[in-house]
């Protein structure tokens, strides 16, 4: 028996939502598939969240996680773009809840931790231990490096979290 | 044939989100009903918002109606109310969309000019005059007078709008 487990990994964004799945199996990792949902700019909001909602449950009817996990959001001192942030964090977390994945939050700075081994990597950084970590994701790029980097991230804390309660 | 509209109005929130529905027919307006949900203030961010989300899903098949409206949101000094508000309106406004209804959105100012006749009238003004222009709907307080009176403003937006095409 297998205990493989799929995880959906999220990086949030009105304008382009990455995503990106892993699988885990013990402490090995690997890439199953990675992308970008940007809903039309131009429609009006409710719109824009539907397409962001839609697009994720299209990407977890077609890749079957069993869990998912997103960044916990960053608030800024530009109100604007924080209640942006919330809007499209909010369709991110629906889609999976709608599923029926638990979704886990992580801080900017532990995903970065778990992946590049500091929390003040850059982007660069992140893409490029991601590209170290999911040989065959190819090189993906910004948003889905982050999505994956979720992904790995919540790999990490469950294994941790297993191994804990068996010891 | 009756041109009878049936519209949703909506005061989204992570604790208590209102919802209020009225019919407009012509000039006339009625109260059709209205509630509150509450999603379990104990449980994880995504299924806060999935009980919204769903228990919208739920009002709007019990409801059937044509539009929905909902308050555009107040950017705070707070980053982290306006990140928990941010959330709670893309939820309520991500349910009437995926059943297909087109969603408008109304600052809060213009639903007070709607409703009271100025834009710097308090709560109790608000639900005053909600139980003036629909007496059916008994004493509906605070979140339920807010959303019924966006139905409202976007009853008399949509009826001005109309009145435009025609002129």
Redesign the interface.
Known sequence: MTNAIRILGLDPGLRRTGWGVVVCEGARLSHVGHGVIAPPVEA????R??AL??GLREVIAAHAPHE?A?EE?F???N??S??????????A??A???AGL??A?YAAKVVKKAVVGTGRADKDQVAFMIARLLPTAGAASGDCADALAVAICHAHARRARRLERAA
Do not use: F, S
């Open positions: 009006p909001l409710a719109e969240l539907l909602y839609q998912a997103v959001t608030v800024t001192a109100g604007a924080t209640l942006k942030l919330g809007h499209a964090r909010a369709a977390m629906i999976p809840a709608a638990p979704v939050e």
